[in-house]
């Protein structure tokens, strides 16, 4: 059975750093597009159509993160534990959101970080930044 699980979601304050982890299973994770997304409080959209890419990785190793996340944010995974992190840094009042790990079958070049691309979805974790 094909599962994500994100953790490391919680409560910190501006500028602090916050690392999430997704743990898989059920699939072959080391030739996987994988990725982060975050739903904002208010979206406007329901549902995957709703959720904002954050950083993606392919199988070739391509990564693609969001402009609103540059130089901020770094995702990585571990091919050996089936395991993919984002760590946070310098965080900000705006990326407070619930976050998700997805991932697809297909080889994506580049990363692509429309949410319609990905099939599997954890059940997200909530960050929220605030003083």
């Known amino acids: 059975q094909l599962q994500l699980v994100e953790s490391g979601g919680g409560l910190v304050q501006p500028g602090d750093s916050l690392r999430l982890s997704c743990a898989t299973s059920?699939?072959?994770?080391?030739?996987?597009?994988i990725s982060w997304f975050r739903r904002a409080p208010g979206a406007e959209r329901e549902g995957v159509s709703g959720?904002?890419?954050?950083?993606?990785?392919?199988?070739?190793?391509?990564?693609r993160d969001a402009d609103s996340v540059k130089g901020r944010f770094t995702m990585s995974r571990d091919n050996a534990k089936n395991m993919m992190f984002l760590q946070m840094n310098s965080l900000k009042p705006e990326d407070t959101g619930v976050y998700y790990c997805?991932?697809?079958?297909?080889?994506?070049?580049?990363?692509?970080?429309?949410?319609?691309?990905?099939?599997?979805w954890g059940q997200g974790t909530q960050v929220t930044v605030s003083s």
């Open positions: 059920g699939f072959d994770f080391d030739s996987w597009t």
């Open positions: 997805a991932a697809t079958p297909i080889l994506l070049i580049p990363c692509d970080l429309r949410a319609t691309q990905y099939g599997y």
């Open positions: 959720r904002e890419g954050v950083s993606c990785i392919n199988r070739k190793d391509g990564r």
